[in-house]
């Protein structure tokens, strides 16, 4: 399935570049006799290079006559800074800040050199000398923002862009930064406002595609509808429209969005194999299969497509057609982890044990690094049987892949179904590696569903109310869910909420009874 794909703006260079620059002019009060401060804009004309590479050349001259002068030292750290030459310019800064460790342009300067540079915590450390003595220093405030959203303090990044708005509404990066951190804070109005901020196609699109990341596709669906007749490149923006139409379940306008974008001549495998998708989504599977054949067709090196297929088709019931497609894929792709890993997914789906406990083992041994071959192999020894298997092959997961929220996830759902009565430090353990899937990736229904279920068996009710609505918002279709709200509700005195949800859930079950596959293995539920 494909996925958004979305480049980080809080460190791209023209940001902190620009910074410095703005920085550089108010070294025009203390410049050196004989040396002229250029002004310019983003770009450097030919002539100011030529100027620069001349002032460069004088000032390593005056230095090597007076190896000291900390204004010298530190208008040659901003002439090599404006030539991107950061690591020279950041050597001339700390030269200087020996001489004069009290200069706060030399401390903001260099801030900006470590920030290029990629060293965050010492760009951190100046900027905050700086607005220790400087509060209002609003340039020193923004990029320490900036700084702080890459270093992962998204509270005090938003905070501190949303002090400095006038100079944040300047550049769609930093706007982009201030919505990136509102996102991560919970936030989500505030990182709407900021995205409105954003004029012009490229920086449309890219706000787009940031609320697409944070699964906030209306805001994604609107950005882009917004700028659909002046986007230049036409087939992108219309897949990026129709994948966030699609992330929002909306799967009929998902179709309509790609067929338009293919016959005005957008046809590009990608676009066919989410069209394929959004098929499938309506159990509509001749045409999911043709979508797919034509992905598959004009990008026949391309695995992804072999592997969409086959997963579309065990989600369409689909199994023996996506046995045959996992087949084809090995034999194509005989060195893929990946195609193994699908062999052995469609294999498990089918209860075909001893062929998915072949597929899973190979796709490990040809990439160990396979978090979803390495899971598939736990949960097939634990539908064979084999528990203390399964046992350690989920423990060597966890440890391998502490940051799968799935895997996680997986293994507390085996030890809640492990045989035998669990005692006080089992129940601790799951709790513990729920939690932990739960911090990883919010987003997972199954998830809220495990601890509200705990939490109902604890008596916390108020907890349990919490993730099980949770829960439903993600997946509203799951009955289960809404069975334990009923209990939830009626255990809590909300007799007319637990009546609504008996309701909905008597008929989510009667569907899920229709369209249950008895053959299926224990836990091959896959994302």
């Not at 794909?5 to 460190?11: A, E, I, Q, Y």
């Not at 030529?50 to 230095?63: C, H, I, K, P, V």
């Not at 490229?202 to 002046?230: C, H, P």
């Not at 293994?411 to 729920?434: H, K, M, V």
């Amino acid at each position: 399935m494909a996925r958004y794909g979305m480049p980080r703006f809080t460190t791209l260079r023209m940001v902190a570049l620009s910074v410095c620059l703005l920085w550089a002019l108010s070294l025009q009060a203390r410049s050196l006799p004989g040396f002229t401060l250029i002004r310019f804009g983003n770009i450097l004309p030919a002539t100011q290079q030529a100027d620069l590479t001349t002032q460069e050349a004088n000032l390593r001259e005056l230095l090597r006559r007076a190896p000291n002068d900390d204004i010298a030292l530190a208008r040659l750290g901003t002439v090599l800074a404006m030539q991107n030459k950061f690591e020279e310019s950041a050597q001339c800064f700390e030269k200087a800040l020996k001489v004069n460790p009290g200069d706060l342009e030399s401390h903001r300067s260099l801030a900006t050199d470590y920030w290029q540079l990629g060293q965050s915590e010492k760009a951190r450390t100046h900027l905050e000398m700086v607005l220790k003595a400087k509060p209002g220093d609003s340039l020193a405030t923004l990029l320490l923002g900036m700084v702080s959203e890459d270093l992962g303090d998204h509270q005090r990044a938003a905070k501190l862009l949303g002090d400095v708005l006038p100079l944040v509404r300047q550049r769609p990066e930093t706007i982009s930064a201030l919505a990136r951190a509102n996102y991560n804070i919970g936030e989500i109005e505030k990182a709407r406002a900021a995205l409105q901020m954003v004029a012009g196609n490229e920086a449309v699109f890219q706000a787009g595609r940031l609320s697409a990341e944070f699964k906030d596709y209306d805001t994604a669906e609107k950005m882009f509808l917004s700028i659909q007749n002046t986007y230049p490149d036409a087939g992108t923006l219309n897949y990026n429209l129709a994948l966030a139409q699609f992330s929002a379940k909306r799967y009929e306008p998902c179709e309509k969005t790609l067929l338009a974008s293919i016959n005005y001549g957008h046809g590009t495998p990608d676009a066919y194999a989410l069209l394929g998708w959004a098929y499938a989504k309506q159990q509509r599977a001749d045409e999911m299969l043709k979508a797919f054949e034509k992905a598959i067709n004009m990008a026949p090196s391309n695995e992804t497509y072999f592997i969409d297929l086959a997963e579309a088709s065990m989600e369409n019931q689909k199994d023996p057609t996506a046995l045959e497609v996992a087949k084809e894929a090995v034999k194509r792709f005989p060195s893929s982890s990946q195609a193994y890993r699908l062999k052995g997914s469609v294999e498990l789906k089918s209860y075909l044990l001893t062929d998915a406990l072949k597929s899973y083992t190979k796709a490990t041994e040809l990439d160990p690094n396979n978090a979803r071959a390495a899971l598939g192999l736990a949960l097939t020894l634990w539908n064979m049987d084999r528990n203390d298997d399964a046992a350690k092959s989920f423990e060597e997961g966890v440890r391998k892949f502490p940051q799968d929220a799935f895997f996680l996830m997986k293994y507390a759902l085996f030890l809640l179904n492990a045989p035998g009565e669990r005692d006080a430090a089992a129940n601790a353990r799951i709790q513990e590696l729920l939690k932990k899937s739960e911090e990883l990736d919010a987003s997972n229904s199954e998830t809220h569903y495990q601890l509200g279920n705990l939490a109902i068996q604890e008596n916390k009710y108020d907890e349990a109310l919490s993730e099980l609505q949770i829960a439903a918002r993600l997946d509203p279709d799951v009955a289960k869910v809404h069975l334990l709200l009923a209990r939830v509700y009626r255990r809590t005195g909300h007799e007319e909420e637990a009546v609504k949800e008996t309701q909905v859930h008597r008929k989510l079950k009667e569907k899920e009874d229709r369209n249950v596959d008895a053959t299926a293995a224990i836990g091959t539920r896959h994302p």
